[in-house]
């Protein structure tokens, strides 16, 4: 099944818990770049993303080089952001926090 | 130690054992995009090249969404190609052609 996007104001709501989170210029999408010590740190927080995109069956769009993911999160299905894409977020933000 | 840039002539040999990359407009990098037939897949496919890459002491630029994964590799020291993008191109191919 298709998800909604989200309203306007469960936008705001759900980004006022994600501070480190920007959302795109055309409100489809929202982004973070995260930075690691190096390749392998970046590698192993990619790694977790991965993980857990399969189990969420929501996939990321993102990019490395080095110790830095650029990260962009939609929901293509639906033509903008839906909470999938807060959940994966959310998730994201936990696995780039936690201790080695 | 800093690479040497390849020369025009050691490209050119370099490229024509690499059919499936391209050379960058500012002639600075090469570029391959790769297709898988899902996630997991593509996942697979980065896991090998991370491993690689970390041996090699030498990484890529790149960005997946789903099952592509569109690759840049550079070397940024020495301001261009090295025979480390070769090598690391001619390691993705064989990591992109295996069976599963």
Same mark, same amino acid.
């Given at each position: 099944?298709?998800?909604?996007?989200?309203?306007?104001?469960?936008?705001? !709501?759900?980004?006022? /818990?994600?501070?480190?989170?920007?959302?795109?210029?055309?409100?489809?999408?929202?982004?973070? @770049? =995260?930075?690691?010590?190096?390749?392998? !740190?970046?590698?192993?927080?990619?790694?977790?993303?991965?993980?857990?995109?399969? /189990?969420?069956?929501?996939?990321?769009?993102? =990019?490395?080089?080095?110790?830095?993911?650029?990260?962009?999160?939609?929901?293509?299905? @639906?033509?903008?952001?839906?909470?999938?894409?807060?959940?994966?977020?959310?998730?994201?933000?936990?696995? @780039?926090?936690?201790?080695?």
């Amino acid at each position: 099944m298709r998800d909604a996007k989200l309203s306007t104001e469960e936008l705001t !709501q759900a980004l006022a /818990k994600l501070p480190d989170w920007a959302l795109r210029e055309d409100e489809a999408a929202i982004t973070r @770049s =995260f930075r690691f010590a190096n390749f392998r !740190q970046a590698f192993a927080f990619m790694t977790e993303c991965a993980l857990m995109a399969e /189990k969420l069956d929501h996939h990321p769009e993102w =990019f490395n080089v080095y110790s830095r993911v650029d990260v962009t999160l939609t929901t293509h299905d @639906s033509g903008g952001i839906t909470r999938r894409d807060i959940e994966l977020a959310t998730a994201m933000n936990r696995a @780039s926090s936690r201790p080695d």
